[in-house]
């Protein structure tokens, strides 16, 4: 089958282990909305799948290895590839049952945090995962990424910037295929190191990331000031879905753009260099009365210059819906 053909070459120390994960997989991925029993079909599958997952040599880096391995592959095949990135919960509150279980957002609510990492193409097809950071949160760590003297390497968000490290290595892989990379985060990505770590790659990714800080600049101004005196590069219209909160509705927005240095903030465990970066804003002058207006920052390390290269970077970043 298609997914056999996928996850070929499980490698878990044991043809048998190889072969029963394969076979779950199967099940599995026939019936993904169901129940482990449901899609087992029966007792003694079922007792044999938590068998596997309870293994000492089985992890999901290694189940998702091949699969892995056919994304990377089926990336050469595009010149342009999106590397879009989110972070979910899974919860678990009221399963007293599970062990092993952390705080989510709030120390009631237990679960586990999940971080992939999705290849799609500007055409919104998906590719197939290149990367899965799950973690567990300590009790009463809540809050420590917001200290600003703890280091980077110590907090959650982290994760983003090594993120975006780990696709920058990758395009320096397919460079010579011509296939080019963008990292595209949310807000929760907006940090500064990852700007540093390469501003304007020559064979490296490159960045699209939604701004959540409105940062000072040289010049005395703040970021959001400088895009608000900006001319209106051009305008675009688009229906936005509906769901977590969202009304379903036609959403006109103006594009403005400058290309600016942005001042490196003050590290107590590193100093940090300037780095020129592009700012997109796509804002809704005029929302539907009782409709929060719909406003986008977009930070990249490509130049933006034409309505058409405006255009392509927000469609980017609308390729986010799709993880």
Request: charged letters at 25%; proline letters at 7%.
């Given at each position: ?97 599970i062990q092993g279980l952390g705080p989510l957002n709030y120390e009631t ?49 982290v994760r983003w910037v090594d993120g975006f490290a780990r696709v920058n ?114 804002n809704e002058p005029e929302p539907p009365p009782g409709e929060e207006p ?30």
């Amino acid at each position: 089958s298609a997914l056999g053909e996928e996850l070929a070459g499980i490698d878990l120390g044991d043809r048998r282990l190889n072969r029963r994960a394969e076979v779950l997989l199967e099940q599995l991925g026939k019936k993904p909305t169901v129940s482990i029993p449901a899609a087992c079909g029966g007792w003694a599958e079922t007792r044999a799948a938590y068998r596997l997952f309870d293994h000492a040599a089985v992890s999901a880096e290694q189940i998702l290895a091949p699969h892995i391995e056919r994304t990377v592959e089926r990336l050469g095949a595009h010149p342009r590839v999106l590397c879009l990135q989110d972070t979910s919960e899974l919860d678990y509150t009221g399963k007293t049952d599970i062990q092993g279980l952390g705080p989510l957002n709030y120390e009631t609510r237990r679960g586990l945090l999940l971080h992939p990492t999705l290849a799609v193409t500007p055409e919104r097809v998906a590719l197939g995962l290149l990367h899965v950071h799950s973690w567990v949160r300590e009790p009463g760590s809540l809050g420590q990424d917001k200290d600003p003297g703890r280091p980077l390497e110590e907090k959650e968000s982290v994760r983003w910037v090594d993120g975006f490290a780990r696709v920058n290595e990758l395009a320096e892989r397919l460079f010579e295929t011509g296939t080019r990379l963008t990292y595209v985060a949310d807000r929760e990505g907006d940090i500064y190191d990852t700007f540093v770590e390469a501003p304007c790659p020559e064979h490296g990714a490159d960045w699209l990331i939604r701004g959540q800080q409105d940062r000072k600049l040289t010049n005395g101004k703040t970021l959001r000031q400088a895009l608000n005196e900006a001319p209106v590069l051009t305008e675009t219209t688009f229906d936005q879905p509906g769901g977590n909160g969202r009304t379903a509705r036609t959403v006109h927005q103006q594009i403005k753009v400058v290309r600016l240095r942005l001042p490196a903030p003050k590290r107590p465990d590193r100093t940090l260099a300037e780095v020129e970066i592009t700012a997109i804003l796509a804002n809704e002058p005029e929302p539907p009365p009782g409709e929060e207006p719909v406003d986008w920052l977009l930070l990249t390390n490509l130049p933006v210059t034409t309505p058409e290269q405006a255009l392509e970077k927000l469609q980017w970043y609308l390729c986010r819906w799709q993880i």
